[in-house]
């Protein structure tokens, strides 16, 4: 291996490499010095081999693919339901994600790589990516990462480093410098040079701040949508690449001149040498030269004309170009604008696919999502062809929503997908539920009650988002797999239901409350009216019924919010039938007890009543552009292993009572964001964070 020359950072200049001369060695030695190599080399290749096979842990890509309990190493898999841009490069795709980057093989389906917080980014959030060789630019919602894919290195580039605002960050390639838009402001970077340039009052400067949310690159300008808010009335700004200078095209230069008139242009693209915006009712052309003004293209020459369907709530140009016109996405279909004639036409129908539009996408393709297809994860439009090619994300699921339960040390997961199961034999998730009535994509924190002494499994859920869904539960056998779907009898709907203004039905939201295992009853807590109602769940009777008041003894699952069971549960030995998890209703260690009292970690001497207030440690907050910092925000707790553990929107954190001391995980153990969702602990932590993904890592 060839020495890279040194460069004293004081000097900026390379110098020599001293290598010290050495006489020849004798031909005897060399053999002898051939032979000793060889063995070390058989000895080392044999070693690795035996403690990779000992570990149980195979890496492709950085990726741990196999395992067994007690990885030695943090193994994450990032969340990617929610994608952002696509870069093809040969059989590989790198796909911006909520949780980070996911490189997936094409052909297999496999993930050969993941870029998160982890791994250095300063988000989680993949918003805008950018390769250029080994390196990949990143926009965050805190600042440019960029990441070596070779070295594995991370940089990240944010407001301590100079750059103009972190949050909200596009990225648009002007060959070889990347500009950088922001919530208020733009950078221009040059990584040639090692340069970035900001520009906030010189875009607009009657805007406070200036939320640039898209860019187009020409030749001559660059063009930068900034949406109205309350710091600005919004504009389009063109920059002039070769005279350096700016201009503002406010309200008034698109005929709108009221006190309030506003710009709210989203989207942006290029046919020739016209320009066009939109902000999803109205579109607007100009010619590229400098005295050139925005002129509306009226109805019915526009996209939205008369044999088109009126129920459009979005219209977005897309930066795809075809030879005789430019793109829009509407309505499930994509149509063709020609410019010269303003004529109009459909290109193709989604039909009833509703796809998540990639409107990063360039060229003559255009990548789209669909909503909880597995074997669609990421598809691709061919505007040429009018083909469409799907590619599948293998042995996993797209996102992870919550760990439902620990069996035999594999965690239960609620996913976009369903429910899977993480087989630490296999090293591969397995799906154990799924096109289930109420498994409709949406995490809705179910309940997976393993029922002690059975092979069942008792299964709650309900998706609850601006109003209730019917609630769906089921009785799940995990020894052979079959489902039973539980009715809820009349007199238990009409106590959990109300009639709106057009007839139509609300449910109430229920959440699991307390169990009784001795009696053999699940119980679930709803509001009616101020007043506290419950509906029971029978185990021996499969029945239900209403309740007013919690029986005397149960356990229950939450105390005024906070969840406290660690849901830990044997099966295979206890004779294939479920043990009991050990949750009392209490957090306690038997000698200390422990509650969330209004986000105060209060601990109690039981015998004699003293209680104090912990201080757990937290990570740094996540970067605000308001100059603000977030409070730490504590929820789940569970007493597990000796230690207390302690869920935050700031790091996860575990109390040893014995000595006092905290321990704080964060991403630097492997975590995929500070905010922690849910956790589960045996003999592995099984971690999922909001945005992140699933972690797992050795305690």
């Known amino acids: 291996m060839e020495q890279a020359p040194i460069v004293d950072p004081g000097l900026q200049e390379t110098l020599p490499v001293q290598v010290p001369v050495t006489p020849p060695p004798s031909k005897s030695k060399i053999i002898w010095g051939i032979v000793l190599i060889f063995f070390i080399i058989v000895a080392s290749i044999a070693g690795y081999y035996f403690l990779i096979f000992k570990k149980g842990i195979k890496t492709v890509g950085g990726v741990p693919s196999s395992g067994q309990a007690n990885f030695k190493t943090p193994k994450y898999w990032i969340n990617c339901e929610d994608k952002r841009q696509v870069i093809e490069e040969g059989d590989l795709l790198y796909v911006g994600c909520l949780g980070g980057v996911l490189v997936l093989d094409k052909k297999t389906g496999e993930v050969r790589d993941q870029i998160s917080v982890a791994e250095g980014m300063g988000d989680a959030t993949a918003n805008s990516i950018i390769k250029r060789g080994d390196i990949l630019y990143i926009g965050t919602q805190d600042g440019v990462s960029v990441f070596n894919l070779k070295t594995r290195e991370a940089k990240k580039i944010g407001v301590k480093e100079g750059l103009v605002n972190g949050a909200n960050i596009e990225l648009a390639a002007d060959g070889d410098k990347i500009w950088v838009a922001t919530f208020d402001g733009v950078s221009l970077l040059d990584p040639n040079k090692g340069t970035l340039t900001n520009y906030t009052s010189e875009l607009d400067a009657e805007a406070e701040k200036r939320n640039v949310v898209n860019m187009l690159v020409t030749d001559k300008y660059v063009y930068f949508l900034e949406v109205a808010s309350v710091y600005s009335s919004g504009a389009v700004i063109r920059f002039d690449k070769f005279g350096g200078t700016f201009k503002a095209f406010k309200p008034g230069d698109f005929g709108r001149t009221d006190q309030y008139a506003r710009t709210d242009f989203n989207s942006i693209s290029a046919f020739g040498n016209q320009v066009f915006v939109s902000d999803d009712k109205e579109l607007f052309v100009i010619d590229e030269n400098a005295d050139a003004s925005w002129r509306k293209i009226e109805p019915p020459r526009s996209f939205i004309i008369k044999d088109l369907t009126t129920d459009f709530s979005v219209v977005r140009l897309l930066k795809n170009t075809v030879s005789d016109g430019i793109l829009v996405y ?87 997908a369903g429910i899977y199961k993480y087989s630490l034999e296999q090293g591969k998730f397995i799906s154990i539920l799924y096109n289930l009535s109420g498994f409709n994509g949406n995490f809705s924190m179910p309940l997976f009650q393993p029922i002690p002494g059975t092979t069942d499994v008792f299964i709650f859920r309900q998706v609850c988002g601006q109003g209730c869904e019917k609630p769906f539960s089921y009785i799940y056998n995990y020894a052979d797999g079959t489902v039973k779907e539980l009715s809820l009898p009349p007199p238990v709907v009409s106590s959990i239901t109300s009639k709106g203004f057009g007839g139509g039905v609300f449910y109430n939201s229920l959440s699991p409350s307390w169990r009784d295992f001795k009696n053999g009853k699940i119980g679930f807590s709803y509001t009616d009216n101020g007043t506290d109602k419950y509906i029971v769940y029978d185990i021996n009777t499969s029945g239900w019924s209403l309740a007013t008041d919690i029986p005397t003894g149960a356990d229950k699952f939450v105390t005024n919010g906070v969840s406290f069971c660690n849901r830990v549960y044997t099966y295979k030995t206890n004779g294939n039938k479920f043990g009991d998890d050990g949750c009392t209703g209490v957090v306690t260690n038997g000698n200390l007890g422990w509650k969330n009292v209004e986000n105060k970690i209060v601990e109690t001497d039981i015998a004699s009543g003293n209680t104090k207030t912990l201080t757990p440690p937290v990570l740094e907050a996540n970067y605000s552009p308001f100059d603000s910092v977030s409070d730490p925000v504590f929820g789940k707790l569970i007493f597990a292993h000796s230690k207390l553990w302690i869920t935050s929107n700031r790091g996860l954190i575990s109390y040893d009572p014995q000595t006092g001391s905290y321990k704080l995980y964060g991403p630097s153990d492997g975590l995929l964001s500070k905010d922690v969702a849910d956790f589960l602990v045996g003999k592995n932590l099984w971690v999922v964070t909001n945005w992140g993904g699933l972690s797992a890592i050795s305690e």
């Open 330 to 416: 509407s309505g499930s279909k994509i149509y063709k604008f020609n410019p010269d004639t303003e004529t109009t036409e459909t290109l193709f129908d989604f039909g009833k696919e509703n796809p998540n539009i990639l409107y990063k996408s360039t060229g003559n393709i255009l990548w789209f999502s669909v909503f909880n297809k597995a074997d669609k994860f990421i598809n691709v439009l061919d505007l040429t062809s009018k083909q469409i090619s799907s590619y599948q994300l293998k042995d996993r699921p797209e996102a992870f929503g919550q760990v439902l339960a620990l069996i035999d040390e594999e965690p239960v997961l609620d996913t976009n």
